[in-house]
């Protein structure tokens, strides 16, 4: 299972937070996410195998086991996966601002969907835990319930 958690930064629920739950998940940095560097992402795992499979590919395609020169590419699916030090001095700031951004991001949809009449609108939100994103705001209209709940 690959998690898209492209949105997901902090987000969790029933005690699993995003980027834990698969085999893998991706998270992005783009510049309209919760947490931006700019450009970028990151790849997240917990089986060793498939860490040293990302590993290698992002490093030319690198033995990571074998010798520490980069110029001894060994995969054809390899890629220069590394970040400048710009990009990363980017991310680095963020990981101290993303969580006022998500608990700010969830105060001011509390307050959105506190102003709206239930009589016509039905908000749809994650049970329990913490939505990172609200990228995608449901709403059912009146007149449509019944047809589409």
Known sequence: LVEDAAHGHLAHSKGEFAGTIGDAAAFSFFPTKVMTAGEAGMITTKDPKLF???????????????????????????????????????????????QARVERRNLLLKQFFAKLDPRYYRVVMQPEGRNAAYKCIALLLGSMRGRRE
């Open 52 to 98: 040293e499979k990302m590993q290698s590919i992002k490093e030319f395609g690198r033995d990571i086991h074998g010798p520490r020169s980069r110029l001894n590419q060994v995969r054809q699916d390899a890629i220069n996966g590394r970040i400048c030090e710009f990009t990363g001095l980017l991310g680095f700031l963020e990981c101290s601002r993303v």
